[in-house]
Each structure stands twice: as structure tokens, then as C-alpha cells.
T-cell receptor, first 114, second 114 residues
Framework: DGGITQSPKYLFRKEGQNVTLSCEQNLNHDAMYWYRQDPGQGLRLIYYSQIVNDFQKGDIAEGYSVSREKKESFPLTVTSAQKNPTAFYLC?????????????FGPGTRLTVT | GESVGLHLPTLSVQEGDNSIINCAYSNSASDYFIWYKQESGKGPQFIIDIRSNMDKRQGQRVTVLLNKTVKHLSLQIAATQPGDSAVYFCAEGIRGSTLGRLYFGRGTQLTVWP
């Protein structure tokens, strides 16, 4: 089956620890995205990548970092600098590096930091 | 900047009735729009999209209407079923944009009563 996988589904961390969220896709998509979703809110873009070894900051990149060493993988690290990291994190991919192609979403990772 | 909003944060309908979910957008340059459905604890799923050279597009039990004059988008669901209960998001973008990003609204919670 083609799709996007995110792991783990639930993640718990202590404050002050960095944590990395996994995102893998086998759709052969060039573009990949990370969004954050808070209760009652829309999706806010954290980072996106159009090609391997290249990525751009979204609207709320502070306290986050990414890498894109492989086309299939786009891991997100939530650092201790992120003031309010508890949220639902969604990874997405699309076939084009420009709008006009739908974004496919993974199942999400719910991160809780205490 | 762009903003995508929704007129109604919640909508309750009886099973079998038609549902209409509305969305306003502010960027007149946006020419591509998508509706997503998000069930609780899951990632958004693509429903239907429309480009600005169209006023209407139909899918299976869904119709999207675009009114560029007033910058309004709506999603109509025919014969609404309990399985349609979810949060529905609209998103806007500019085709061909090198940024390759979409802007999402907050979403409307649709509840279908038996």
C-alpha cells in the first residue's frame, strides 16, 4: 500500500528533552510538509521541503528542526526551545513542488510534554 | 497575508439531510481550493478540489461551489450519513506557486444525528 506513515502515534516526553517525530512516504512525492494542529485550530505550517537536502521554514518554525536526507523521509525534531510543544503533529506530501496537487496526510503523532 | 476562515464552527444535521459547510477566503490571488475531512485523532483526508476557472465541481455525494466575487467556498454533502461526522477544512493556495503551500482554515465540526 502506498501512503505516509508517522510514528509513534503517541509520544510522551519530559520538558527539556528533544524529541524526533518520524515521517516516511512511499508515494515517490517530491514535496513534504510538517504541520502542527492545536485543539480547535487549523493546520499551521512548521517546515516544508521541495527536494532532498533542501527545506524552508513555515509560519511557526521556531523551536523545531528538520532534515531531508532521503526523498522518502522528513523527520521533525521538537527541541527544548519550543515553548509549548504539546500538540498533534501532521506530516504531508505532494507530488508537485507547487500548489495544484493535493497534499496527502499521515495519521499524525500526538506529542505530550510534561 | 492569506487567511482562510469558516462561517460556522459547528454544524448539526439529521441523517439523510443535506449539509452545507461554508468557507471564506481573503486572498483574491488564490486559485486553488481543497476540502479535507478529518476524523477524530486521524490525519485529514482529501475530499474534493476546485480551481478558480470553475464555479462548481461534483464528486460522489459532494459538491463544491466557488464564488470568486465574494471569495466564498462551500461544500455540500448530499444525504448526510453518520460516517460523515468529522471536522471539515478548506484550504487555499496559488497554483504554480514556488512556495508550494496551502493555507488552512480552522475547520467546521459536522455532527450527524440518527
Amino acid at each position: 500500500d502506498g501512503g505516509i506513515t508517522q510514528s509513534p502515534k503517541y509520544l510522551f516526553r519530559k520538558e527539556g528533552q528533544n524529541v524526533t517525530l518520524s515521517c516516511e512516504q512511499n508515494l515517490n512525492h517530491d514535496a513534504m510538509y510538517w504541520y502542527r494542529q492545536d485543539p480547535g485550530q487549523g493546520l499551521r505550517l512548521i517546515y516544508y521541503s521541495q527536494i532532498v537536502n533542501d527545506f524552508q521554514k513555515g509560519d511557526i518554525a521556531e523551536g523545531y528542526s528538520v532534515s531531508r536526507e532521503k526523498k522518502e523521509s522528513f523527520p521533525l525534531t521538537v527541541t527544548s526551545a519550543q515553548k509549548n510543544p504539546t500538540a498533534f503533529y501532521l506530516c504531508a506530501s505532494s507530488s508537485g513542488d507547487y500548489v495544484g496537487y493535493e497534499q496527502y496526510f499521515g495519521p499524525g503523532t500526538r506529542l505530550t510534554v510534561t | 497575508g492569506e487567511s482562510v476562515g469558516l462561517h460556522l464552527p459547528t454544524l448539526s444535521v439529521q441523517e439523510g439531510d443535506n449539509s452545507i459547510i461554508n468557507c471564506a477566503y481573503s486572498n483574491s490571488a488564490s486559485d486553488y481550493f481543497i476540502w479535507y475531512k478529518q476524523e477524530s485523532g486521524k490525519g485529514p483526508q482529501f475530499i474534493i478540489d476546485i480551481r478558480s476557472n470553475m464555479d462548481k465541481r461534483q464528486g460522489q455525494r459532494v459538491t463544491v461551489l466557488l464564488n470568486k466575487t465574494v471569495k466564498h467556498l462551500s461544500l455540500q454533502i448530499a444525504a448526510t450519513q453518520p460516517g460523515d461526522s468529522a471536522v471539515y477544512f478548506c484550504a487555499e493556495g496559488i497554483r504554480g506557486s514556488t512556495l508550494g503551500r496551502l493555507y488552512f482554515g480552522r475547520g467546521t465540526q459536522l455532527t450527524v444525528w440518527p
